[in-house]
């Protein structure tokens, strides 16, 4: 039990920890980009038959 408080495992929990936000904050930034295009496909696509 005593490997997981080792500095090697912190270590690498604090990696993987820093890395999901990271990757976290990545995903919704990359989203919020796709649905503002595809919004703006959908506004100008009822804008012609609406």
Same mark, same amino acid.
């Given at each position: 039990?005593?490997?997981?408080?080792?500095?090697?495992?912190? @270590?690498g929990?604090?990696?993987?920890?820093? *890395?999901?936000?990271?990757?976290? =904050?990545?995903?919704?930034?990359?989203?919020?980009? @796709?649905?503002?295009?595809?919004?703006?496909? *959908?506004?100008k696509?009822?804008? =012609?038959?609406?």
């Amino acid at each position: 039990m005593d490997y997981l408080l080792s500095a090697d495992a912190l @270590i690498g929990l604090l990696t993987h920890t820093v *890395l999901e936000i990271v990757l976290g =904050v990545d995903n919704v930034i990359f989203v919020s980009i @796709i649905m503002g295009r595809l919004d703006a496909k *959908l506004q100008k696509k009822h804008a =012609v038959f609406g």
